[in-house]
């Protein structure tokens, strides 16, 4: 597997893209954002937990279940949450527009939003950008699509990987965006990763389910859901690699490849966390099964005063014994052993669950950089 620099969506075969300004942002910036497949695409999709769903994430929950998918389209500045009948007849208008311009079924577009909470969409200016989208659509559109997607983040979130496959190589790339409202149950965040790959869908969607657990819902920023998280993954099958139908050889590597590009999302979306200082990987070691280090990783990363001692370079390692402590997984606390990790520094601070004594300048000093 090869880690590819400078990547768009667009250096995936087959895939297109544009992103525009239409004026749904009053700051004039790049605000709606359309990705294409020239050719029949499979899709596999995760949604929001939040008993409060987005007008497109009730449209995407039937799409997603057409055989073929073709096109997303998003706009940013405006979320489409909480607007009644009005919001989901208007999301659906969205994915009709893109589908009479392309010459598609309207279930073969998934569509988003992401933005303000409770504010109607302003579809004088959503429907002439979807035309605009449609006749930018571009080889090289990706980039401006990334930059499209954003709100509060401060930088465009990219990121993709080439793995051979049946002799073949796969690309896989993908795009994010997400700062605030971070604490996925699939947060505000949006993820959409393309893929070359030839896979049948049922697979995917088997692969991408268990890589959305491990990736988008292991980060946290501030602990709220939101009602318009979605990360998604379209396979068009242009590598030309034999079609994984069965949980083989290929299956497995692709699905490495496409964890590895998600977890790097993923981690982008946290580092560039609203107010973020540092950037906190938990790493659980010795765990009795994958979910009680699921449960115990989570805990720590989520815990309020873990956050807190890590922001003011305190090495108060009771709290992170503690947020383990109420996380529901298993663990003997006379077996615990905690070490802090920064670039080229590394302290243990509690050996078989009891503190130790240990250099408290130097844990300063490790806790002050900038992971």
Not at 145 to 158: G, Q
Request: proline share 1%; aromatic share 6%.
């Amino acid at each position: 597997m090869r880690i590819l620099d400078d990547v768009s969506v667009t250096d995936v075969n087959g895939f297109k893209a544009a992103g525009i300004a239409a004026g749904v942002k009053k700051s004039g910036k790049k605000d709606m954002m359309l990705l294409y497949s020239e050719v029949e695409a499979v899709s596999a999709a995760a949604f929001t937990t939040n008993r409060v769903k987005a007008a497109p994430i009730l449209v995407n929950m039937e799409n997603i279940n057409n055989a073929v998918t073709r096109a997303i389209v998003v706009c940013s500045g405006n979320a489409n949450a909480c607007t009644g009948e009005q919001g989901l007849a208007d999301a659906k208008a969205m994915t009709e527009r893109v589908a009479e311009k392309l010459g598609l079924d309207s279930k073969e577009v998934l569509v988003q939003s992401t933005g303000v909470i409770g504010v109607n969409l302003p579809m004088d200016k959503i429907i002439p950008g979807i035309d605009n989208l449609v006749e930018n659509l571009t080889d090289d559109g990706g980039v401006d699509a990334a930059v499209a997607i954003m709100t509060t983040d401060l930088i465009k979130k990219e990121f993709g990987v080439e793995v051979e496959i049946g002799g073949k190589p796969v690309k896989i790339i993908g795009m994010a965006k997400g700062s605030g409202m971070i604490h996925p149950n699939m947060a505000t965040m949006l993820s959409f990763v393309v893929t070359d790959a030839n896979i049948e869908k049922e697979l995917l969607q088997k692969a991408f389910k268990e890589i959305v657990n491990d990736s988008y819902n292991m980060i946290s920023v501030d602990g709220d859901t939101s009602t318009n998280d979605m990360a998604c993954v379209i396979a068009n099958g242009l590598a030309g690699n034999k079609k994984i139908s069965e949980e083989n050889e290929d299956y497995n590597k692709f699905k490495m490849a496409l964890q590895e590009v998600n977890e790097a999302l993923a981690k982008k979306i946290a580092e560039d966390g609203e107010g973020a200082t540092k950037f906190l990987e938990v790493e659980v070691l010795g765990a009795k099964s994958k979910e009680d280090a699921r449960l115990i990783s989570k805990s720590v990363i989520t815990s309020n005063l873990t956050k807190c001692a890590f922001f003011g370079a305190d090495a108060n390692w009771g709290r992170i014994l503690c947020a383990m402590g109420y996380s529901g997984g298993f663990f003997e606390v006379d077996k615990v052993k905690i070490e802090l990790q920064a670039k080229g520094m590394n302290l243990v601070v509690a050996e078989a669950g009891r503190g130790i004594g240990f250099d408290e300048e130097y844990a300063k000093q490790l806790l002050l950089h900038k992971f």
